[in-house]
């Protein structure tokens, strides 16, 4: 793995140099024999790199330049959301007195931090319109299975035992029916139909007295929105089922449609996609759960209440499904979503999601000239286009994200969701210029031109990185995970 430019921490190692002395030892030496079992006693020095200072410094600074973020460039991953997190987020979560606080503090003496848990909780009631929020869960696939064992205990409350389904819709993310199986349903598919929407005919079909919920993303993964909702929430609950909104998606409807509304009985909200939680590498995050007045009772506890002008934990909550992680969730996420919605306010939160279903659309508009768009209608904040038409020309999905990289741009989803061929999922988001649109537009209509004209120069891309294509297959089976000379 030796690299001319970069060379790696054990290559700088020259034998004898240091980059750091421990004083002089004030305390007698102990005889480590005599102390410690003789099978604990290392026989070899361990094979550590021996370099200064400065060269550790520009390892790690070296590193971290080869690092890629929304920080550095373009990252339309689609369901991601990777919109710029603002800088003001990373002030107010290291204000001494949020960040030296500890959860077994007396909440007496925490009361400004759980005023601020308190209001985000009333900030997404309003943004949702569901009756009760919980703060507890880490992550959208957590907020999805809390959801999903309130919905179980609540049919278990009633008697109905034999509600042991949950529906999930052919285009649905991975973490949906992952879920389900995890909260101890079965997952049944039901199919969209030729527009990319849920085929009523076949939810019709799969509905019925074992039906525990339906799990449902608004807009969907396709980026559009299932504008027969309501029929749908009518169709699950005349037979006794729920309706679980995967708000994973909310940057498309802020200020403009609520899950409540449409006929959601619980939902899930990622803070660290629409609500600027830093993700880019896969968390910390957080999964606020919503649920209507009937599910109350089942939420997680304790929950945090105020009560004669006092924040505090209830923990006397006798129908709740229980702990679902220590403390009360990820409070610094929840910090940074807070600030984040105290400095957008509901008219900002509204703007933003006219410009990230606006940018999704004029980036479709423009890239449809090159590239197949299986579902042709306005989409809300992302879109799906096929690579059906270069397949054709022996290139693939993946050939042309590869080539992605060589233009110094992020790719997009790609292979998802399951029901497009060659899939590439883009989402723009609102925080990029026109100009930065215009730039991905025109670098993705002339990787449209090479694979006509050059199919090679795609197929054995990237060319430009430091890692060139990589054998993914045998990366997953046999990975190299130590450093070997
Ligand atoms: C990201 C996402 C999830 C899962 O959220 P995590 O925080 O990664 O667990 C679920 N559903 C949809 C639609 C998503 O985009």
Known sequence: ??????????????????????????????????????????????????????????????????????????????????????????????????????????????????????????????????????????????????????????????????????????????????????????????????????????????????????????????????????????IVHKAGGKLYYDGANLNAIMGYARPADMGFDAVHLNLHKTFTGPHGGGGPGSGPVGVTKELEP??????????????????????????????????AINLRAYTYIRTMGAEGLKKVSEYAVLNANYMMRKLEKAYDLPYNQHCKHEFVLSGKKQKKLGVRTLDIAKRLLDFGYHPPTIYFPLNVEEGMMVEPTETESKETLDGFIDTMLTIAKEVEDNPEIVQEAPHNTVVKRMDETTAARNPILRYTK
Request: aromatic residues 8%; glycine residues 8%.
């Open 1 to 234: 793995m030796a690299n001319q430019d970069f060379p790696l921490i054990f290559e700088r190692s020259k034998e004898g140099r240091t980059g750091y002395s421990l004083p002089d030892l004030e305390v007698p030496e102990i005889d480590l024999d005599s102390e410690l079992d003789d099978a604990y006693i290392r026989k070899n020095a361990p094979e550590l790199p021996e370099v200064s200072e400065l060269e550790v410094m520009r390892h790690y600074t070296g590193l971290s330049n080869r690092n890629y973020g929304v920080d550095s460039g373009f990252y339309p991953l689609g369901s991601c959301t990777m919109k710029y997190n603002p800088k003001i987020n990373e002030d107010v979560a290291r204000l001494d007195g949020f960040s030296h606080i500890h959860p077994y503090q007396d909440p007496e003496t925490i009361q400004g931090a759980l005023e601020m848990m308190y209001d985000l909780q009333s900030a997404l009631k309003e943004i949702t319109g569901m009756h009760e929020i919980s703060l507890q869960s880490a992550a959208g696939a957590q907020g999805e299975w809390t959801a999903l064992m309130m919905i179980r205990k609540f049919h278990e409350a009633n008697g109905d035992y034999q509600r042991t389904k949950v529906i999930v819709p052919d285009s649905a993310h991975g973490t949906n029916p992952a879920s389900a199986a995890v909260a101890g349903f079965d997952a049944v598919t039901v199919k969209s139909n030729e527009d990319g929407l849920v085929d009523l005919q076949d939810l019709k079909r799969v509905v019925g007295e074992d039906t525990a919920a339906l799990m449902l993303t608004n807009p969907n993964t396709l980026g559009l929105f299932e504008k027969d909702i309501l029929e749908m929430a009518d």
């Open 298 to 331: 089942f939420l997680p506890k304790p929950v945090l209440i105020k009560r004669d002008g006092q924040y505090m934990f209830d923990h006397d909550r006798p129908q709740s499904i229980g702990r679902i992680k220590p403390y009360y969730g990820n409070f």
